[in-house]
């Protein structure tokens, strides 16, 4: 969490608002619903390299999610007990990409020789956390930085950001009334300033009715390009998850309701949208 919570000023924000309207004490008390990461598809990087790692921890592999337009896969992981997050890892199809965008990422992801999971000794955390932050290739310039931006902003934002965290998820539906819905913890994001993601409505809702997702615009961080080329470019967001009890288990008392008897899981309609948090048609709002 440390560089995300530097690069991402909505972090502290949020939480320091929750504080201050006493939503909650401290920061642990928030519940993290879910993490997200976003990677390059190719052979040796991918999710199948990525995902290795929460595999190792017991993390068990779920449902895939596909968006055509974006070109993307994704797959969830359900956590090894209930008070870890689920995680969330998507893949950019990259083979589906112009030959020159093409070109442009195995720039830079060929200095990947192999697979860099299989390197790592898995049970050592502090180096699975200095790889998460590893750069992986060298700086990207500007202007490849600009060229995948027009034909993929989720390519342009991974070629610079590499595998540093996309966001985290506080889940709302444990928090007190007034407080405990996504269109209620809205209200309160607003009346404290904080820009939402308006693609497809502020509230993303499944099908069934029973997933609600909002989140942040991302801000803009001056990023330095190689040669030491400063721009803007979108850094990552909070989201905000509401998992409603299953209809199976409505009758059960309010104390008893545990993480298992809400919905579980992601939905591709919320999902595709919630991309867009750090897709230009959103930044530009927040800038
Ligand atoms: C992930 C977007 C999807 C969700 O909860 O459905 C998502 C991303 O922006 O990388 O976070
Ligand atoms: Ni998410």
């Known amino acids: 969490m440390q560089r995300y919570k530097e690069r991402v000023p909505d972090v502290s924000g949020v939480i320091n608002a929750m504080i201050k309207e006493g939503i909650i004490r401290q920061a642990d008390d928030i519940e993290n619903d879910h993490i997200a990461f976003r990677?390059?598809?190719?052979?040796?990087?991918?999710?199948?390299?990525?995902?290795?790692?929460?595999?190792?921890?017991?993390?068990?592999?779920?449902?895939?999610?596909?968006?055509a337009g974006k070109k993307l896969d994704?797959?969830?992981?359900?956590?090894?007990?209930?008070?870890?997050?689920?995680?969330?890892?998507?893949e950019l199809r990259v083979s589906e990409l112009s030959a020159a965008a093409q070109e442009i990422i195995h720039s830079y992801t060929n200095e990947v020789k192999t697979d860099p999971v299989n390197a790592l000794n898995l049970d050592d955390t502090a180096a699975v956390d200095r790889f998460l932050h590893s750069a992986l290739w060298r700086t990207p310039t500007l202007s490849d930085y600009k060229t995948l931006a027009t034909e993929s902003e989720y390519a342009a934002w991974v070629i610079y950001n590499r595998y540093y965290l996309n966001h985290f998820t506080?889940?709302?539906?444990?928090?007190?009334?007034?407080?405990?819905?996504?269109?209620?913890f809205n209200q309160f994001l607003e009346k404290n300033g904080f820009v939402l993601n308006d693609a497809g409505g502020k509230i993303k809702k499944s099908p069934d009715g029973n997933l609600l997702q909002s989140s942040t615009v991302?801000?803009?961080?001056?990023a330095t390009?190689?040669?030491?080329?400063?721009?803007?470019?979108?850094?990552?967001?909070?989201?905000f998850a509401e998992r409603r009890v299953l209809?199976?288990?409505?009758?059960?008392?309010?104390?008893?309701?545990?993480?298992?008897?809400?919905?579980?899981g992601f939905e591709t309609g919320n999902a595709d949208k919630i991309f867009e948090s750090t897709y230009s048609t959103q930044t530009k709002k927040s800038s």
């Open 39 to 67: 990677t390059m598809g190719v052979p040796q990087l991918g999710v199948q390299s990525l995902e290795k790692i929460f595999l190792h921890y017991g993390y068990v592999k779920k449902e895939h999610y596909y968006f």
């Open 74 to 90: 994704a797959w969830w992981y359900a956590p090894p007990a209930p008070h870890y997050p689920r995680i969330f890892i998507s």
């Open 170 to 184: 506080v889940s709302v539906h444990n928090l007190p009334a007034g407080y405990n819905t996504v269109a209620d």
């Open 218 to 222: 991302a801000k803009m961080i001056d």
């Open 225 to 239: 390009f190689a040669n030491g080329e400063v721009f803007p470019i979108a850094g990552s967001y909070v989201e």
């Open 247 to 264: 209809p199976q288990f409505l009758h059960l008392p309010a104390d008893q309701i545990r993480r298992e008897h809400r919905r579980d």
